[in-house]
């Protein structure tokens, strides 16, 4: 089916890495010319592991983008299409970074974002919500994993104003969005306050928030989190693990 | 301390990561320019000075360029791109069609992302937590194979990843998938041969090559 849009991307409405996609969109001015498939995931039924999503990325994870007008180039890993859009659509070189050592740095912290952040924070939504029994030293684990990479941040952050290139980049894109997810949901709450514990990511954090692509695109995912039974069984979630832990 | 080496890598002798990055060095032929130091996980080392002040993350592989003014990067998947780009004097691993550079990104996250840190939680979880948890080291096994499938899907159709020809995401994948088939699922419940018989051809095939079987076999 031809689309008429420039792209599609396949996505989901809370699924956190998505979004990254979406805010970079947002960011180039391509917003307007994606056509965004939310695929939805339920007990009935699994689009993202199903045609046609499947057939384009074997892995069936979201978000997976077409490129129309590169004859129907598809790409998947959130990070990995962040640097594609970047490198073909970025003309005015707003994120693109032209400094040889700069560019290793920008990988190296996408990765550190791919697999030092994302999956580790994305193992407390699984062990909060998704794990057939309830194990809280698991649940610590990846709750103590968030703050020691909370550190990290803090530690480069509170001698340079930013990660990268002396300026906003799509590594700040990449982080975001999990980094969000931690704070809002998955420490338990009161615990963990992070203007206290780490002052220089926390001015990141709200100079983000601040963005206009983050208020709109972030703002939307906000909106599909209200309308989905999410926050209803968070503090339920936090709760059983806090029991569970004092009974042993 | 200045070396007389063109890299130093900081490492681990048993961590997979540290691996990708030595067999890449021996492949283009650089390991003799590579002062190794393996850290010893037991005294912290990978958490102190030297190596925190390069990589506050505190994990390896670290690589410094001293013929780079002593260029620090880390994560192994960024060191893998930053040592092709820099010295694959002879091309080794180009990829001349600009799609298929995007394709390797992608299938490095992939690797970054959906295979290392999911195979390493299983190990983490059969060998490290403080309490046994048989369900958490099953999520992890079970992952471990839905990975290996993904892989047989696209493998049984194509005989290489990326650009038709081996490169640095068969070198990127291969440490972890090893660990997985020796060490991760528990012994005979998973027989590589029937259950992705793409995969294993591609793994008997990286194992084979020379500078894979001398670096790993250490």
């Not at chain 2, 037991?42 to 260029?71: C, M, S, W, Y």
């Not at chain 2, 195979?119 to 194979?145: C, I």
Request: net charge negative; charged share 25%.
């Amino acid at each position: 089916m031809l689309s008429r849009k420039q792209f599609t991307l396949y996505t989901h409405k809370t699924g956190v890495n998505g979004w990254k996609v979406a805010l970079l969109l947002e960011e180039l001015g391509l917003y307007g010319k994606t056509e965004l498939k939310y695929l939805e995931v339920d007990d009935n039924k699994n689009e993202v592991k199903a045609s046609p999503h499947i057939d384009l990325n074997p892995n069936g994870r979201i978000p997976t983008l077409v490129d129309h007008s590169n004859n129907d180039f598809v790409i998947w890993e959130s990070c990995a299409i962040l640097l594609y859009l970047v490198e073909k659509y970025d003309k005015g070189g707003g994120f693109t970074v032209s400094d040889h050592n700069e560019k290793y740095k920008q990988l190296q912290w996408l990765f550190f974002q791919a697999s030092g952040q994302g999956p580790y924070f994305g193992q407390i939504s699984h062990f909060l919500f998704a794990h057939p029994v309830i194990v809280p030293t698991a649940v610590q684990r990846y709750q103590d994993e968030i703050k020691r990479v909370i550190g990290v941040l803090e530690c480069v952050m509170s001698e340079q104003e930013w990660l990268v290139a002396g300026k906003f980049t799509i590594v700040d894109i990449a982080l975001f969005p999990w980094h969000d997810a931690a704070i809002q949901y998955y420490l338990p709450p009161g615990t963990y306050d992070l203007a206290k514990e780490a002052p220089h990511v926390n001015a990141w954090y709200k100079m983000m928030l601040e963005r206009p692509s983050v208020k709109r695109g972030w703002g939307q995912r906000d909106v599909f989190l209200q309308e989905s039974p999410f926050k209803e069984g968070l503090a339920a979630a936090h709760q059983r693990v806090a029991e569970a832990a004092h009974e042993k | 301390m200045p070396s007389d080496k063109r890299f130093t890598l900081y490492t681990h002798k048993l961590g997979p990561n540290g691996w990708k990055v030595s067999m890449l060095l021996e492949e283009l032929g650089l390991s003799n320019e590579t002062d190794v130091k393996f850290l010893e996980f037991d005294k912290k080392e990978h958490k102190q000075a030297p190596h925190i002040e390069l990589n506050p993350n505190g994990r390896i592989p670290t690589l410094v360029d001293h013929g780079n003014d002593d260029f620090a990067v880390w994560e192994s998947d960024a060191i893998l791109l930053y040592l092709v780009e820099k010295y694959d004097k002879d091309g080794k691993f180009a990829l001349p069609d600009a799609n298929d550079k995007f394709l390797q990104l992608q299938w490095l996250f992939f690797q970054a992302s959906g295979q290392g840190p999911y195979f390493g939680q299983g190990n983490h979880f059969l060998f490290s937590h403080p309490a046994v948890l048989p369900t958490a080291v099953k999520r992890y096994q079970d992952e471990a194979q839905r990975v290996i499938n993904v892989l047989e899907s696209v493998l049984s159709k194509q005989e290489w990843l990326v650009g038709g020809k081996f490169g640095i995401i068969d070198i990127a994948l291969f440490p972890w998938h090893d660990i997985a088939l020796k060490v991760l699922f528990s012994p005979g419940s998973y027989n590589a041969e029937k259950e992705a018989p793409h995969v294993h051809a591609w793994y008997k095939r990286v194992s084979e090559r020379p500078a894979i079987k001398k670096v790993w076999d250490e």
